[in-house]
């Protein structure tokens, strides 16, 4: 059983970046994929980026080239750096497993504006 907190949205203008942190509680952390999803207003909630226990990476077409998501096992984070945000990024961020599992967090909301 895992438990996932967010942390790090905020207000920023286009163009500027924010980096993103997960908080996992639990064990066998680092064996699960790990993954940053959103859910824009009156969207449903989407994959935007994941990472697997050995470091691979994968990105929606969206973010791909100005997000980065990395982890570190040590400390049980997950890290999303988000560059050059647009309006189309406001949403609410949340980690979860990938596949995702009923681990969801409160979110954190990122507000992009032009």
């Known amino acids: 059983q895992l438990q996932l907190v967010e942390s790090g949205g905020g207000m920023v203008q286009a163009g500027g970046s924010l980096r993103l942190s997960c908080a996992a509680s639990?064990?066998?952390?680092?064996?699960?994929?790990m993954g940053w999803f959103r859910r824009a207003p009156g969207q449903q909630r989407i994959l935007v980026a994941a990472?697997?226990?050995?470091?691979?990476?994968n990105y929606a077409d969206s973010v791909k080239g100005r997000f980065t998501i990395s982890r570190d096992n040590a400390k049980n984070m997950v890290y999303l750096q988000m560059d050059r945000l647009n309006p189309e990024d406001t949403a609410v961020y949340y980690c979860?497993?990938?596949?995702?599992?009923?681990?969801w967090g409160q979110g954190t909301q990122v507000t992009v504006s032009s």
């Open positions: 639990g064990r066998a952390f680092s064996s699960y994929t």
């Open positions: 979860n497993t990938v596949p995702w599992g009923n681990y």
């Open positions: 990472i697997s226990s050995g470091g691979n990476t």
